[in-house]
């Protein structure tokens, strides 16, 4: 069965979250409704596959700490992040909590941008990922991976120069924030996308 464009979403922002985007940008106005957006997309998707909300939270669950595990032992994440981790998936529903809206604002931007340097347009992009990477989109494409992840985080990056310029967060924030964009720009780049 082909993935739908709310099964790619959920498993690429799966992905955000386990990157840390999603404590990358500070919380703005619109989390509730992003979280209403998300309760509803949940409730889609759970429709979809024909059975509860409930039980599409437990399946992410369920899947979220064999690849919180797969993460640490390839040495991607520490053992102390890992377990801080294990604790927000026990705690934590699809839509719930501040990170879970920041890494579906992260991870948006991230693949906006993506498109942007790819040339193509949001269907055109959900056209061509499943069953590939964003890596191997623009590789086809002749253009670097190194050049993609910069473009995925250049719109983080201007907004927080402008953030420190403004005093509004200090330049070591914003390195430690720009720090784990690049990490997560360059798991995401990388990630394969279900078919």
């Not at 979809?48 to 797969?70: M, S």
């Amino acid at each position: 069965m082909r993935p739908n464009r709310y099964t790619i979403g959920a498993l690429a922002a799966t992905a955000a979250v386990l990157a840390g985007a999603g404590a990358a940008l500070a919380a703005s106005p619109g989390t509730a409704e992003r979280s209403s957006r998300c309760d509803a997309r949940a409730a889609r998707i759970a429709e979809r596959r024909g059975i509860t909300v409930e039980q599409l939270t437990a399946d992410v669950k369920a899947r979220l700490p064999a690849r919180i595990d797969a993460a640490e032992k390839a040495g991607r994440i520490s053992t102390e992040r890992a377990a801080k981790l294990r604790e927000r998936v026990t705690e934590g529903s699809l839509c719930s909590g501040r990170h879970g809206a920041q890494a579906r604002v992260a991870l948006h931007g991230m693949l906006h941008a993506a498109a942007r340097f790819l040339g193509l347009d949001r269907e055109e992009l959900r056209e061509q990922l499943p069953g590939t990477s964003l890596a191997a989109l623009a590789e086809k494409q002749g253009k670097s991976v190194s050049a993609l992840e910069a473009a995925m985080i250049a719109p983080a990056r201007q907004r927080l120069a402008k953030a420190v310029a403004d005093g509004k967060i200090t330049q070591a924030r914003a390195d430690a924030v720009l720090e784990r964009l690049e990490d997560a720009a360059h798991r995401l780049a990388g990630h394969l996308f279900p078919k």
